[in-house]
């Protein structure tokens, strides 16, 4: 974990190994405070805002007697990478030790995973017909825009209720035993009239298929 401690007058009096293999700044590099906030945010509106909260961060901390509660900023590196870097820490006076949380990695895979959930409901929305999709517990996972179009609920509402929902009378009992046998036997079809918010019913043809992802069937 990154650390490094700061004295009342802005000198960067310590800074441990992990500090200087993250962020490439030796103590010639950035000795004061000052150096740190002219070589790690560049930019000079985006320093501004960061000495701005970091201020406030820590003024708090040090009225309250409690540690600085982390803030979330964009660190330029010595070699020019940027990496988002959670900063929180400690006062002692008028001194205080900072702590850096590495968040760059984690915050890649999460845009990768938006993208990839972008891409993957654009997909799901161009199919033709009704999609949806559902785990062993009846609970929706994904549908497209012509399933919430067709059974007139919006998908917070889609997304607390059951397949079965969407049917009445003895077909409800139908679809139970093959959404069971999709289950079973791997792939089910049926038709069956789908059951709308406002009471319509609409002649399908149901074909449904199971997933299996981690172990896990859909």
């Keep these: 974990l990154p650390i490094c401690h700061v004295d009342q ?19 010639e ?32 901390a040090a009225d309250k007697g409690t540690d600085i509660e982390p803030v979330e900023y964009r660190v330029a590196c010595k070699n020019g990478e940027q990496r988002i870097v959670e900063i929180s820490g400690i006062t002692m006076g008028e001194d205080f030790f900072a702590t850096f949380i590495d968040l760059t990695d ?13 891409f993957s409901d654009t997909v799901i929305d161009s199919l033709p017909g009704i999609f949806y999709m ?46 069971k046998e999709v289950f079973r ?10 059951l709308s918010k406002d009471g319509t019913r609409t002649p399908c043809f149901f074909s449904g298929l199971t997933l299996k992802i981690n172990d896990e069937l859909y």
């Design 9 to 27: 007058n802005g000198v960067i009096t310590f800074r441990n190994e992990r500090f200087i293999e993250i962020f490439g700044y030796t103590q």
């Design 134 to 179: 559902y785990n062993e517990q009846r609970r929706f996972l994904r549908w497209n825009r012509n399933f919430e179009s067709l059974s007139g609920y919006s998908g917070g509402e889609i997304a607390r209720m059951s397949p079965l929902n969407f049917f009445a009378g003895p077909e409800k009992n139908l679809l139970d035993e093959k959404i």
């Design 106 to 118: 984690r915050k890649r895979a999460e845009a990768d995973l938006l993208k990839e959930r972008d």
């Design 185 to 194: 036997n791997g792939a089910a079809e049926v038709e069956a009239d789908f």
């Design 29 to 60: 590099d950035v000795p004061t405070l000052a150096e740190w906030w002219r070589s790690a945010y560049p930019d000079t509106d985006y320093r501004r805002w960061v000495m701005e909260t970091w201020d406030v961060a820590v003024r708090r």
